[in-house]
């Protein structure tokens, strides 16, 4: 199994690969390297992972093709947060390091 189609997998949801390519791809993986033990446990696909959890628990409209509740939301956005946090980055819902648009003197 790839990266890719493990992705596509790893929600209960359907998800084309033009939704998941870019995600990969940012996070620095071959989209077709077949999924190893390291791959799986490494930092770039576990975040990944969260990155796609995100994509649909954010998604505007969650009926076109499967259905997702709020509370599902809700515990997708948990777990990807739960990750997020493992790695230090940024969490679903919370602002980053936002400069001011002027310096005040």
Same mark, same amino acid.
């Given at each position: 199994?790839?990266?890719?189609?493990?992705?596509?997998?790893?929600?209960?949801?359907?998800?084309?690969?033009?939704?998941?390519?870019?995600?990969?791809?940012?996070?620095?993986?071959?989209?077709?390297?077949?999924?190893? %033990?390291?791959? !799986?446990?490494? $930092?770039? +696909?576990?975040?990944?992972?969260?990155?796609?959890?995100?994509?649909?628990?954010? @998604? =505007?409209?969650?009926?076109?093709?499967?259905?997702?509740?709020?509370?599902?939301?809700?515990?997708?956005?948990? %777990?990807?947060? !739960?990750?997020? $946090?493992? +790695?230090?980055?940024?969490?679903?819902?919370?602002?980053?390091?936002?400069?001011? @648009? =002027?310096?005040?003197?």
């Amino acid at each position: 199994m790839t990266i890719l189609e493990a992705l596509q997998n790893s929600v209960n949801y359907p998800l084309s690969s033009k939704n998941v390519e870019p995600i990969v791809i940012k996070r620095g993986l071959d989209i077709d390297a077949e999924l190893t %033990t390291d791959i !799986a446990n490494s $930092r770039e +696909y576990e975040l990944s992972y969260a990155d796609i959890l995100k994509f649909v628990a954010t @998604m =505007v409209n969650l009926n076109q093709g499967g259905s997702v509740t709020m509370p599902s939301a809700s515990t997708l956005t948990g %777990t990807a947060n !739960a990750i997020y $946090r493992k +790695y230090g980055e940024a969490l679903i819902g919370e602002v980053e390091n936002l400069k001011p @648009m =002027v310096e005040i003197l």
